[in-house]
């Protein structure tokens, strides 16, 4: 299948400002805007795993379009997760309640690089492609197609669960170096897949999560995983959406980052987006990055942090965001005001 000729929504504000293009107001949306924080996404979620309500594409486009009508934010993200595509291979993953992903058995040895065989998108997660052409016929927004970036996925497949030192993947890289390239290239098709398959489906953008990247040094990361984080990149470029490139506690890694060959870059909030302009190179877009815990911890917390973040994105070449997911015991009517405070300040502003 090829490409649309035109994806949608690419003269949107979202579009616009993820180019660095000129906008009438600063962009917004919230990673993790769909979820528990949302009293109506309680109500709706059930109790199976989250895996099931994914394969479920009325539940799944409900979910994705649930904080799209409460905050009014100008893009939508899939409802889906980071461990769908192994799951559906059939890796062994599940997703635990307040765990996380969850490795049955954990890869251990080149033996297992065959339990992760290539991805046929609308043969094995038909459900991802419905609940994108569902939502492309009802959003009023762009549609956010993200994946899981090797490296992220890999850290869950060998350490078996969350983890904070990431052990195992790095005895892996460290140790057999050609085995690690090996399941990382293994996971780097799985991802263009998946994404191809969204963009062609109709999203407008799409997103890279590598959420954990920051537990690597530099050097480690431009020689364990950027080249495989760059292929995802550039294997999906022709589609002509933007591409974003998101990191938690990577400030010392945006540059490379960058390089990867994204338009746009995730910060989170231990780097002020000033700062963070200066380590990628000029016309590379930032998105971030108010700290999640004060949105969690109520409006007058919220307030002057983000006038701060949008005075230090400049206006231009910005798209609001949280440094990381929504946490779930954030009021959502205190993202309601974030969006109209966001929506409300001037780009153009000259008091600044
Ligand atoms: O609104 C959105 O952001 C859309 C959907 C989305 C989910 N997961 C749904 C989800 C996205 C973009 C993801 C990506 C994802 N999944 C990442 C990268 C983003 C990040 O947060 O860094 C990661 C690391 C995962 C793996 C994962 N899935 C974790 C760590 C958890 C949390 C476990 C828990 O219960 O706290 C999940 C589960 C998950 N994925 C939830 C949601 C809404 C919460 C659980 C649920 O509702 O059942």
Redesign the pocket.
Known sequence: MTAPAKPPHQDSRFVRAARGERVDRVPVW???????SLPE?RAV?GSG??LR??ADPDLATEI?LQ?VRRYGVDAA???????TPVHAVGFGVD???????VVEHPFERAEDLERLRPLDPEADTPYVLATVRNLVAELPCPLIA?A?APF?VAS?LLEGR?TRTWVRTKALMHTDELLWHELMGRLTDLAIASLRSQVQAGAAAL?L?D??AGALSPQDYERFVLPHSRRVLEEVADLGVPRIH?G?STGELLGLMADAGAGMVGVDWRTPLDVARTRVPAGTALQGNLDPALPAAGWEATEPAALDVLRRGGGRGHVFNLG???L?ETDPSVLERLVELVHSWDPEGGDR
């Open positions: 919230f990673m993790r805007q769909a979820g528990r996404y979620r795993t989250i309500a994914i994705t904080p993200i899939l409802y889906s997760d980071i461990m997703i635990a309640p307040g765990v996380g992903p993200f899981g992220t869950y969350p997103q999560f959420s954990w998101f938690v990381h997911g929504v779930p």
